[in-house]
């Protein structure tokens, strides 16, 4: 709370009280109260209280205080390839719910537990959203991904030569 002082300010020039009349002025002679006009001058002065702070002003602030972002939602869109552990989606309350091969953590957060591809589902009766994983196709392995990269790589004219010669 804001503490404040009081002090008394003169309305006009003559510090003279309408009561008292020029007389108690002190200075007669330059009082307007005593120059013709007498008590009736004097009726026109007014004192008025003001009121000082005591300390200084500061701003408000509002809205300052912020907290750290939750980074919620999806991780791993369906049809993505997911290893097991990798998390699918983090969210607050089921919005999503878990599937087969996948886990759900005590803050919702839906994880693989295999490795394969990510798969979201509607109940149709219980119109509840699923996330699944389905376990990998033998192109989704790292097998048939190493052998379908070494295909690309190697020229059309080598894989020629390595049909034509009998295998041992």
């Not at 009349?21 to 007498?38: K, L, M, N, P, V």
């Not at 989606?89 to 490795?115: A, C, K, W």
């Amino acid at each position: 709370m804001q503490r404040l002082t009081a002090g008394w300010r003169l309305a006009g020039r003559c510090q003279a009280l309408t009561s008292l009349g020029a007389e108690a002025c002190g200075a007669a002679s330059e009082c307007s109260a005593s120059s013709g006009g007498g008590v009736a001058a004097a009726a026109g002065v007014q004192w008025q209280q003001l009121r000082f702070a005591s300390k200084k002003q500061g701003g408000s602030t509002q809205n300052t205080k912020d907290s750290q972002p939750k980074y919620l939602g999806v991780k791993l869109f369906g049809g993505q390839k997911c290893i097991a552990g990798n998390i699918i989606m983090r969210q607050r309350g089921t919005e999503f719910h878990p599937g087969t091969n996948v886990g759900m953590g005590r803050d919702h957060t839906i994880y693989s537990l295999i490795e394969g591809r990510v798969r979201f589902s509607r109940d149709t009766r219980t119109k509840r959203r699923y996330i699944s994983v389905d376990p990998p196709l033998d192109s989704d392995t790292a097998a048939g991904e190493q052998q379908q990269q070494q295909q690309r790589l190697v020229p059309a004219a080598t894989l020629q030569l390595q049909q034509q010669q009998p295998a041992l």
